[in-house]
């Protein structure tokens, strides 16, 4: 099997001749650290939003070669919503969102455009035009559809809160101004559809909507409100994507566990990450047997960060044990490739996850 053909199997719940081999994000730091293994032509360590068209052509290539190194089955191309450098390490993306960048994940937003139902009517979302989609172009140009191009586009509820600035302005108006929050929501979704609508020509295989709704103890808004604010908007969308022939994967940290069963009812053919504090994988995977695919979990927390190489291994195969019996399973991190990863540890869970990851798993007949 090509790694496409093994992640959109794995995806689409059957079992593959392997355990597919993913994970969401490898932002700039992990990139250079880990291509450092690999070849001396590394590029320089800066933030995307201190790159020039040379220096971005050079991360890609070099994430580019991790993929090929670490014979990865798929491999995320954000949507490209910009990065307008205002001052020292604060920006501005398309959609009017100030965020301050930091070296440890995704930029967070802190103020947005929208303040009050006013600026909601007078907003005019940015045209999605090719350039949303061009780390996806590059990387169907590059890979000619050996691997699984994933395409990552925020979820609503993400945008939604990004847009007010703070994910607390949000949550208010689910309470105060339910108007208000539904009518941000639309937008929001608007704005994903227009991305999902072009994913098949710029080469997509399959998207992920990142957008975290739960934390370690619960979701971070009641499941009654999750229902009603965010469930059909991911219905929508998930209609959409898979009218145009594409899968589905939801990505939130947390426990999922009170609004997993809604998840599955939406349609989205994969859960990422199943969190290890949080959520339990064999349970999980038990739960969307013949309903979704499960991706994850190796904790990106605490073990890829401070454990060894060995504790690595033994965390990759005993996780395979667990989840991949019957298929419908991807191996990723607990959440992505983050700086604190050790580059050795990043390197050990994929190589791990080949050696152990042949069906039939352990030697057992699959069933």
Request: overall charge negative; glycine content about 6%; aromatic content about 6%.
């Amino acid at each position: 099997m090509t790694g496409k053909e093994r992640f959109l199997t794995a995806l689409n719940r059957g079992t593959p001749d392997m355990v597919p081999i993913w994970d969401l994000a490898f932002n700039e730091p992990s990139i250079v650290n880990i291509a450092k293994h690999f070849t001396d032509n590394v590029p320089p360590l800066k933030l995307l939003h201190q790159m020039d068209a040379n220096d971005l052509v050079a991360i890609m290539r070099a994430l580019f070669l991790i993929a090929e190194e670490l014979d990865l089955d798929g491999l995320t191309m954000p949507t490209l919503l910009g990065r307008e450098h205002i001052e020292g390490d604060i920006i501005k993306d398309r959609l009017g969102v100030i965020q301050h960048v930091g070296w440890h994940g995704d930029p967070i937003p802190f103020d947005g455009p929208i303040k009050t139902p006013a600026d909601l009517k007078s907003y005019k979302p940015p045209k999605v035009d090719d350039s949303w989609l061009m780390a996806a172009m590059f990387a169907k140009s590059h890979f000619k559809g050996r691997i699984a191009n994933v395409l990552m586009m925020p979820d609503p509820f993400k945008i939604s809160w990004a847009l007010r600035g703070e994910m607390i302005n949000t949550l208010i108006a689910y309470i105060d101004n339910p108007a208000f929050a539904h009518d941000t929501a639309k937008l929001a979704t608007e704005i994903c559809l227009a991305v999902f609508e072009r994913a098949v020509a710029a080469g997509v295989d399959a998207v992920v909507l990142p957008g975290d709704i739960a934390m370690n103890e619960a979701t971070i808004m009641s499941p009654a409100h999750f229902r009603e604010y965010l469930k059909p908007r991911y219905k929508e969308i998930v209609d959409v994507v898979h009218a145009a022939g594409l899968p589905a994967i939801k990505h939130s940290d947390g426990n999922l566990n009170a609004i997993l069963d809604d998840l599955l009812e939406i349609g989205f053919d994969a859960v990422h990450p199943i969190q290890p504090q949080c959520m339990d994988i064999a349970e999980t995977k038990k739960k969307c047997a013949g309903r979704a695919c499960v991706i994850g979990n190796i904790d990106c927390v605490d073990l890829l960060t401070s454990g060894s190489v060995e504790e690595v291994e033994r965390t990759v195969k005993e996780t395979i044990e667990i989840a991949a019996p019957g298929g419908g399973y991807i191996l990723s991190s607990s959440n992505t490739i983050h700086p604190d990863v050790k580059p050795e540890n990043a390197i050990a869970m994929f190589r791990a996850a080949r050696r152990h990851g042949a069906y039939p798993i352990g030697g057992a007949v699959e069933k």
